[in-house]
């Protein structure tokens, strides 16, 4: 009887593990991470993206990532800002198949006080969203500057990049990635939750109100 919900089940993605949650949360927050740059009171929605803008993005990851080596233990050192750009491209190009997160694993060890750890996770997000504004090709050449000199990006030669850039498609694509990975996010919860109702099917319990309940859920999660 509920044999077309299961199957409809198995053809929703699944959000495998905490490390591509952690990608698709800055994915989805992207708008925000451009609109609080400008002013407390411009919404996402009402944004400009700009090549200024741009840069100071670019700025602001560069900074937290020297926040992030002063916040981090010697246990839990952070990894190379190389192998963090190359995370976030990867993020972005294969959600699917990312499971390993060396950037969110900073938030794993142990011995820090609550505060610092909620400290030191705002600071990794904050990484992660500016690095999920910054166009794929732009992070290329970022790799490619700290494979070359050992060195970031001058600011000169990130106008250089910026400048030529469409912003108002870059904007678009960030705004349509975010959708797609709020998507994603929801209908991995939503067949997890289903997975659970159906293991419950013999308990007594209504299937369509499990059903229900896991919907709900999935929306508002």
């Not at 089940?9 to 949650?21: G, N």
């Not at 999920?132 to 050449?141: A, E, F, G, M």
Request: hydrophobic share 40%.
């Amino acid at each position: 009887m509920y044999e077309f919900v299961i199957d409809a089940i198995r053809r929703l993605p699944v959000v495998a593990s905490q490390d591509q949650e952690f990608w698709l949360a800055a994915a989805i927050s992207c708008p925000d991470a451009i609109g609080c740059l400008s002013g407390a009171t411009e919404t996402p929605e009402a944004c400009h993206l700009s090549p200024v803008r741009l840069l100071d993005i670019y700025h602001r990851c560069l900074r937290g990532y020297e926040r992030l080596a002063v916040l981090s233990q010697p246990s839990t050192e952070p990894p190379g800002l190389r192998q963090i750009i190359a995370e976030a491209i990867g993020a972005r190009e294969r959600i699917f198949h990312f499971r390993v997160s060396k950037l969110f694993r900073c938030l794993t060890g142990a011995g820090r006080p609550e505060d610092e750890n909620a400290q030191l996770a705002g600071q990794i997000f904050e990484i992660a969203q500016c690095l999920s504004v910054l166009p794929c090709n732009y992070l290329r050449r970022w790799i490619s500057s700290l494979d070359d000199s050992g060195a970031s990006l001058s600011e000169s030669e990130a106008c250089a990049a910026f400048n030529p850039l469409d912003c108002d498609a870059v904007l678009e694509a960030i705004y349509s990635a975010a959708l797609e990975a709020r998507k994603t996010l929801v209908e991995g919860y939503l067949r997890y939750s289903l997975r659970l109702a159906r293991n419950q099917i013999n308990s007594g319990l209504e299937f369509e109100d499990m059903v229900q309940e896991a919907a709900l859920a999935g929306v508002y999660s």
